[in-house]
């Protein structure tokens, strides 16, 4: 008797959550979406992606290497009359590489910047295939910042009234560097 | 002369009359039904399992080392990167730890934050684990159904901490980002919703026959090897013994809300098999719902004094005084408890005074839990050891760190 | 019960076995002599007043001159906790009794310990290495032990740090020669169909 009771409990429950999932058919709402032609919804605020930077504002402190964990990011700027490497508002970059084949898009990086020169972007596929397609040059123009805090709005203006825009695009095209950024 | 296996459901199990072979089969370390890398090498007769050795270690990071290499800040990160499907709760659990270390003190609202984002990362979990356990036992619906709350959740975390897996939302002394109070009505959403779809998963996993028939009175953990072993979290709970480290042992301030610790009885199935595991996580979310809404009714504001706001959106929200470059005094050590949603993560930390911890051991519940597995899969069919591998419910990267 | 209580408690029974106990807030534990190592460990999960039944955690510290083997252990039943602390005698013989016999849990931990650590358990039934492969040499988590340099052929970090910055100066090499032109924006950019679209928008 049991065995047509277990029988019988095994179609009723089935039949249960049959009638569950059909439910479904009638119900409106869309769950899935159909990538890559449609991508999901990214906060532009806070999404963690690949990094956004400002090569002209960078002042080649080193803070954002030193607070990477694992030592992704490379800086170099060009030396200054002394034969240093630049620093400061008058530093030229000549090498800023993110290896994001080692990146964790933590974000340790953002906050310590003086300059509010980098930070996470929204963009997230870098395909590549070798480790050094990996390695995106930010000092050729990379991704450039969209600006997010007054502060960094205020840095602008101030470079601007200085007019160190100009005057480091110069530089940097006299040494060959190339910028990707559009002239203003 | 023939035998009945316990958990063979009442075949006959030829011992003597048919000539069988002991076979060594290897499970994994790329089956799907080990919840990634784990290497399973199984002794059998024929359909029955005689003995197991779970083979571990595929994705050994040596998380411990890293920590011993970076500063408390920078290990954060790779915390999330533990039990990658509850990383809030590991972050929550190594920051204490690293607060406790420092002697740092926190500001009333960073602890309900605490609490909120412990609680929701736990409901997030279970809906994974509840959702693939489905599929383990062969029911598909349930794991898109709860992929459909789940995503929401991904949705809210990524909202307020910028990942959708690997929050990195804790700080040491703080969080990544205050919610405001739009974010705060959709995570109340999210939890109406989550609750009014609980049914949903009852009825199609819970209380189905055909999934009863699965996972009841298989792989049954007794309460005395539960102890002797060491199992934590809702395997434990689903072997009758009434402990819950947030209830028993308070840490932060889970004293201050009142919910019910889901115990098993036995009155379905047997004590400590599958079935009561996976329905302990059922219920377990119901209280993690209840946790959260007490914790937002409770929470209060901000104040400015010990907590004040982050000078631009990219600063993280510290309280008042956690110094930059932190320093944990020479010899201190903690020892420090969570209850994660797959036991209990504990983190022991030593210093020396440095900038980076001396000695960080991670204590995984997974780990302690997965070295149970020969014990509960002795006697069972082969089809079984999924099911039993899915309820205990591990996540590799905590087992081999 | 207090760190304190217990200790009181085992100094009572094991005497001058029971070396040292720190009632600390942040990290409570009694340190004890090897050889009382595994007499002290049943103890406390038999004896009614403690009644340790959960091994939590067991671990080592590399101290250089030797090894702290630190055990972590709860009591369900009476809501306590304490840890245990015991020296190896030397960092050459870093050898510790075995709990297994206490508590089974102690197993899997042992033998990461010996794998990662290489304190050896005596006493341990399978003392083999659990994280790392049979064949690797040498214990990771020691404080002398560096970076390999190769594992069956799979180059270590030392070896790639190596290659990379060699790789760096020959692709910088050979930018410097490639005068005047505009190089493009990296060739990552624009190789993917999402890449351009805003996200969140249909296209
Ligand atoms: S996001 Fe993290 S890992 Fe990546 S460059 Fe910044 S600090 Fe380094
Ligand atoms: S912290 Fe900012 S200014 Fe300093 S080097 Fe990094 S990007 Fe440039």
Redesign the interface.
Known sequence: MSYFKELWDGIRTTAQGLRLTGGYLTKKGVYTIQYPEETLPIDKVTHRGIHEYDVDRCISCENCAKACPVDCIYIESAPDEKGKPSKGKAAIMTRFDIDYSKCLFCGLCVPPCPSECIQLGERYSLPGHTRDDMVVHFHEGGYPIQEKTEHAKSMIAEFRTENLYEKKRKERADRGIPTLRPAE | MSATHPGSGGYIVPTRDVASEELVLNMGPQHPATHGVLRVAVKTDGEVVLDCEPM??NI?R?K??IAEN?TY??????TDRLDYLAAMNNEECYARAAE??LGLKLPERIEYLRVIFAEAGRISSHLMSIGTYGLDVGAI?PFLYCF?ER?EANHLF??????RM?Y?YMRIGGV??DPDDAWIQRLLQFLDQVEEKMD?YN??MT????FQ?RTMNIGVLSREKA????ITGPALRASG?D?DCRR??PYGIYDRFKWEVPVADGKHGTLGDCWNRHYIRALEMKQSISIVRQAIDKMPKANPDELPPP??????FLAKGVPRSLQAPKG????V?SENPRG?L?F?M?SDGGKSP??V?V?GPS??NI?LLPEVTRGYLLSDLVAIIGSIDIVLGEV?? | MTVTEIGALLKERFGEKILEVVDDERHGHVRVAADAWVAVATFLRDDPRTRMEMCHDVTAVDWIEHFDVVVHLYSLAKKHKVALKTKTPSRDDATCPSLTGVWPAADWHERETWDLMGVRFTGHPDLRRILLPEDWEGHPLRKDEGNPLEYHGIPGIAAIRGAEERLREEELAKKKQRAGGHPGPHPAVGSHPTDGVTPGVKP
């Open positions: 571990v270690g050994h040596c411990e080392k970076v800040v920078q290990f954060m990160p790779y406790k270390l619906t459909r995503e990524e909202k307020i901490s910028g990942g690997l990195h990544a980002r949903e009825t199609l209380w189905n026959k055909l028939e102890l002797a072993f060491g013994i402990w028993d042992d000078e631009s959106p990219h600063k993280p201190a050590e903690v020892y408890r209990e504990a022991y030593v001396y000695r051991k204590r780990f302690c070295a081999d760190r």
